[in-house]
């Protein structure tokens, strides 16, 4: 550690989140390694460090001998401050040396509010922000994350995208890069080179052209690049790569336990839900070796906690075996074990009595929707009887609090929807007084409500988001509604929602707006601390760039949309069709009852998914 | 309460993590060194680990101690070498032995200030010799407890001994043994004083290392 930096961490909130040497960070000798790797995350330690994607390709890179891959998160802004009074560059926490002179520069991209952060790191690197600025010399700048499927909106600072998993194709990037170096390629060749490898998006390599009204003409790939890029996926995950040793932070980050990953994908096909449609199809892992990993990731790590991840855990088929396997080892040692992601549908008594035998938190259930109407419009397939049978299970087991979450703005949603909402909140608590285990102890219920945010490659791609007006109106016409001391309700901020739905379904005119709006002092739009909703607007104003054209406007039916030089692998005609079922409002059969058709068995061997 | 005692070092990226993280840090390595510890009683058990006498962040030191419970079934010896596969780098348990005296007869900490004085420190080790020398040198500190919001501490009675010595390179290092605890006195509070009491003398850096924990005889306490 230079003295430069010994000097100003004593200054700084949470020193230890800009020093690495945690139990785990992996130190390679500089002098066996020819390839050098700074794997940013354009948000706080806390919030990248509880990663899993992360964490897996932190192994994966590291597994390469010669490769040392170490980790950059974004400096919160008292140390920005100081890093930029001393003059500090942006360093890897492993080895404590400038990034600005690595190879490649690799950001995991998850959240629309993170851009100005990418421009922000790098600029504190001394990289130069825009690709074109960068020459001969300048590191690599790559990005990964679910962000990618639209990567037009932040295509001026990235010189390459990766699409969907990255366990195998960051290796193959990896090793052209390696062998670029050797033989002393140019950029442009290396880039070239690059954009041949499929998952690989390299956006100087495509021309973007407009129409009059601001839509666009036509995306046209040059040398020889073949859109759409279709996502990457690890068509066997109990042959891939699993981090059961992994770094233990030596300071406190949000999710601060054991990750176990148990399947990727979803079955369900709720319309509005990126994430449903792009990590399509559903590969499961097999229970014994996820009892396994999780044993020895609580012994590797020494955490007293372990929680399941994926989507919708509770469609995994063998979940109740995968729970008591854990519990035989987690029980006796006090250590809790906790599922995120339960559905309404099919939480179960014998689910419900296994995560008491360790510790009891809140229950969560995301109903979506107020009415069956608007939940079979969404696809969210579950009913209020549902509802009613997973309270019942839960209050007669003890759990007093329960959390709803709803969207208001969805598509067709109409005033009867929003009231539904209040209807389902009081009758969630009407069932607590029935069954609750204990009548002496009061009924919470507590509904949050967010602005609805149309995503790309969804059903509801075309849509509008209602504006902060009307969302407003709708909030208070629930909250006017749904008076009750017992209940508590929480609605998101409309202005976040905005802008995530500006960058989520943007363009490449965007980018000027993200750099200009950087330039003006935005980062960490993500934290209140940081974000100014009228620094942004003015931006806009002053760019001649408007923001209701991305986020309020219904695109026509046969319009070229910016995202499409990458798929995930799910066809439009398909989403086509299931916003046509969405007016209608007839729900599509989850992929274990009857196969949709959307394309994403391209990726299974045989042409059929495991569902 | 647990009668087993650890003597580590914290060191280089080690120095910043905090007190209350580097106990969660210990909780985890004793599950990852798979050493059975004794827990708390009550309504929710937690492994009892006390380490005495906080260090600040950025300090090094070289004699902090852990109190612990070990199970039956495993030897003190082993105990070290098991820890130090499982802590991170900076933290190096360097003995484990039975407590036999409280931890209040701790009475002196033996500080090394290393102050980094590119431009020569004659001046400086003057005025600050002189004002340890002092009968008597009160300063102001903040403190949370105190109603009026800070506390009165008499400096030289709170200083056992101290030297300078010289080192190569710009820097030189006062070793000071200063008073551990009821009150203690923090050697960046001393520094701050001092350079508060004399501004146009001020080093460009200032480190911090604990060598060595004493009784009120100033004997090496364990």
């Known amino acids: 550690m230079t003295k430069e930096l010994e000097r100003i961490l004593p200054l700084v909130q949470k020193p230890a989140r800009y020093t690495g040497g945690e139990y785990r960070a992996v130190v390679k000798d500089k002098s066996e390694v020819t390839f050098r790797v700074a794997f940013c995350f354009p948000d706080t330690y806390e919030i990248g460090m509880s990663n899993l994607g992360m964490r897996i390709l932190y192994g994966v890179m590291n597994a390469i001998p010669e490769v040392w891959c170490e980790r950059v998160f974004a400096p919160w802004g008292d140390m920005e401050e100081q890093l930029r009074a001393h003059g500090i560059p942006l360093y890897g926490l492993e080895s404590g040396d400038p990034i600005a002179g690595f190879d490649l520069i690799a950001f995991s991209v998850g959240y629309e509010m993170s851009y100005t952060n990418i421009l922000n790191m790098l600029d504190l690197a001394g990289v130069p922000v825009r690709r074109e600025d960068r020459g001969e010399d300048s590191p690599l700048v790559v990005a990964g994350g679910t962000c990618c499927y639209d990567p037009e909106p932040i295509s001026d600072f990235i010189d390459v995208f990766s699409l969907g998993e990255g366990e195998e194709v960051t290796v193959e990037m990896i090793r052209l890069c390696q062998r670029a170096k050797a033989e002393g390629w140019s950029r442009a060749r290396l880039l070239g080179a690059l954009g041949q490898v499929p998952g690989l998006y390299v956006p100087s390599l495509v021309e973007v052209t407009y129409n009059d009204d601001g839509t666009l003409r036509a995306l046209t790939p040059k040398h020889g690049v073949k859109l759409p890029v279709l996502k990457r996926i690890v068509s066997d995950l109990n042959a891939s790569y699993f981090p059961t040793q992994t770094i233990v932070p030596s300071t406190e980050i949000v999710h601060d336990r054991v990750m ?10 709720c319309r509005f839900c990126q994430a449903g449609y792009a990590y399509r199809p559903v590969r499961a892992k097999d229970p ?45 040692r006090d250590i809790g074990l906790s599922l995120p992601s339960l559905r309404a549908d099919n939480f179960s008594m014998g689910l419900m009595r296994r995560l008491q035998a360790t510790r009891k938190s809140g229950l969560t259930f995301a109903p979506e929707a107020g009415t069956q109407r608007l939940r079979d419009a969404i696809n969210k397939n579950v009913t209020e009887e549902d509802l009613k049978q997973s309270c019942r299970v839960a209050f007669s087991g003890g759990w007093s609090s329960v959390k709803l979450y709803f969207m208001l703005g969805l598509p067709t949603e109409t005033d009867e929807d929003v009231l539904g909402i209040a209807d389902l909140a009081k009758k969630v608590l009407a069932w607590g007084r029935e069954f609750g285990a204990d009548q002496r102890r009061g009924i919470r219920v507590t509904v949050s409500t967010a602005c609805f945010v149309p995503k790309p490659h969804t059903a509801f791609q075309w849509e509008a988001q209602v504006d902060r007006a009307e969302y407003m109106r709708r909030v208070t016409l629930l909250r006017e509604h749904m008076r009750d001391r017992n209940i508590t309700y929480n609605w998101h901020d409309p202005d976040t929602s905005f802008l995530e739905a500006v960058f989520a379904r943007g363009d490449r005119r965007l980018g000027a707006v993200i750099q200009e709006a950087w330039r003006r002092g935005a980062k960490f739009d993500a934290w209140s601390e940081y974000f100014d909703m009228a620094r942004w607007m003015e931006t806009f104003a002053d760019l001649g760039v408007d923001p209701r054209f991305y986020a309020n406007r219904e695109r026509g039916r046969d319009e070229v949309f910016p995202w499409e030089v990458t798929s995930v692998g799910v066809s439009r005609d398909f989403f086509a069709r299931e916003r046509e079922r969405a007016y209608q409002a007839v729900i599509t059969p989850d992929c274990r009852r009857q196969c949709s058709g959307c394309g994403a068995n391209q990726f299974c061997p045989g042409g059929v998914c495991d569902a | 309460m647990p009668k087993d005692r650890l003597r580590f070092a914290k060191e280089g990226r080690a120095r ?45 030191s070289q004699c902090e101690l852990l109190e612990f419970g070990l199970l039956p079934g495993v030897e003190r010896e082993e105990v070290p070498a098991r820890l130090n596969a499982a802590l991170p780098e900076g933290v190096r348990v360097l003995e484990c032995y039975p407590g036999q005296r409280p931890i209040r007869e701790l009475a002196w900490l033996d500080y090394a200030i290393s102050l980094d004085l590119p431009r020569g420190g004659a001046a400086l080790e003057a005025a600050w010799r002189e004002a340890l020398g002092r009968e008597s040198w009160v300063v102001e500190k903040p403190s949370k407890k105190a109603k009026s919001g800070a506390v009165s501490l008499d400096i030289p009675k709170m200083v056992k001994s101290f030297t300078f010595t010289d080192d190569p390179e710009g820097t030189r290092t006062l070793r000071i043994v200063l008073a551990a605890q ?4 923090n050697p960046s509070v001393l520094v701050n004083a001092l350079t508060a009491e004399f501004p146009d003398l001020l080093p460009d850096g200032v480190r911090y290392r604990r060598l060595e924990v004493l009784d009120s005889e100033g004997k090496v306490f364990r």
């Open chain 1, 260 to 269: 176990l990953e148990v399947f990727r994908g979803c079955i369900r096909g």
């Open chain 1, 288 to 332: 014994q070796l996820l009892v396994e990993q999780g044993i020895a990731a609580c012994k590797d790590s020494g955490y007293q906690e372990m929680t399941l991840s994926s989507l919708s855990t509770s469609d995994y088929r063998p979940l109740e075996r995968l729970c008591d396997g854990l519990l035989d080892y987690c029980a006796p």
């Open chain 2, 16 to 60: 910043y993590i905090s007190h209350l993280d580097l106990m969660r840090t210990f909780q985890r390595a004793f599950v990852r060194a798979d050493l059975p510890i004794k827990h708390t009683e009550g309504f929710n058990p937690h492994p009892f680990i006390s380490i005495a006498l906080p260090l600040s962040l950025g300090f090094s």
């Open chain 2, 182 to 185: 009821n009150p203690g006195l």
